[in-house]
């Protein structure tokens, strides 16, 4: 067991210092998180005021925390057969989108109440990863498939019925194991897209589903995506690191700048942004002998 460290001393921690792309170790001690009594964990979402939501992947139930007291607890009790795998809060409408994985399906919850706003199946053969907002709506992955699901959200908050996108080009190529994983959206509205087995990024057009490559980019076992301007992040399950990127403009390529690591990372999967903190989800995938599941708090530079 980790002691926990209040995560407002991980608002102020040091700068990440460094001009390539060798490690960045963070700073000691860093902010540690417990879920209390999770059953597992992978997916995590940003939001009001240091409010974070994170998943349980076993059971569904969704946590929230606050990194302002470094504290978190169970928020919302999901029904069972529900897993939670990645998550998007849309904090002008008080919404939670959750990936629902194995399941193939994706619920929404009010972030006030908890209550369910809704559920959608869509698809019985594949596994919904991640998801991400844009003006309209939030997209989802399916790592099996190369396709994406679009819930759309009206200016009034009403969440409507899901649509699917079909991708041509290398995002809309399935192989064997983990295909499309993270997702986010850049600046424009430009989706950008992990491929876990292949350790790529793509960009897809929301509107054609046209795809391209990110070149010069190299994220094995990539996971989680965050983006900011024209930095991204990347979760790299396996080797309890988070890399940074830096993008060209027109997103046709990117430049390794920098590689975040902690002692508390234990295969790391989702990150969500809260200003130069970044606030990492620990999976357990590859430490079987430790029971708690927790999220870490980095400094992004």
Known sequence: MRTLIPAAA??????????????????EPPGVIVLPEATGAEGIAAGKQGTFYAGDRIDG???????????????????????????????????????????????????DTGAEVAAFEFTDAGFVNDVTLTHGGAWFTNSNAG????VPVAKDGTVGGF???????????????????????APGGTLVVAHSSLGELYTVDPVTGMSALVEGVSVPAADG????????????NRFDQVSRISLADDLSSGTLDGVITSPDFQTPTT??????????????????????????????R
Not at 95 to 108: N, Q
């Open 61 to 111: 139930d969704i946590y929230r925390g606050d990194l302002r007291t470094g504290t978190a607890d169970v928020f919302i009790d999901a029904p069972d057969g529900r897993v939670a795998i990645g998550m998007v809060a849309d904090q002008k409408n008080n919404l939670l989108f959750v990936a629902g994985g194995g399941t193939g399906d994706a619920y929404v919850y009010d972030t």
């Open 225 to 236: 995506i965050e983006i900011r301007g024209g930095t991204l992040w990347a979760v790299q």
């Open 147 to 150: 396709e994406l699901y679009f």
């Open 163 to 185: 649509e699917v996108l079909d991708m041509s080009g290398p995002a809309g190529e399935a192989g064997p194991g983990f295909n499309l994983n993270g997702i986010t959206t």
């Open 271 to 300: 990150a969500a942004l809260f200003g130069n903190t970044l606030a990492v989800v620990n999976a357990q995938f590859f430490y079987p002998a430790d029971p708690e599941f927790e999220v870490v708090l980095v400094p992004v």
């Open 10 to 27: 991980a608002v102020v921690l040091l700068a990440l210092t460094g001009t390539g792309p060798a490690a960045l170790a963070a700073p």
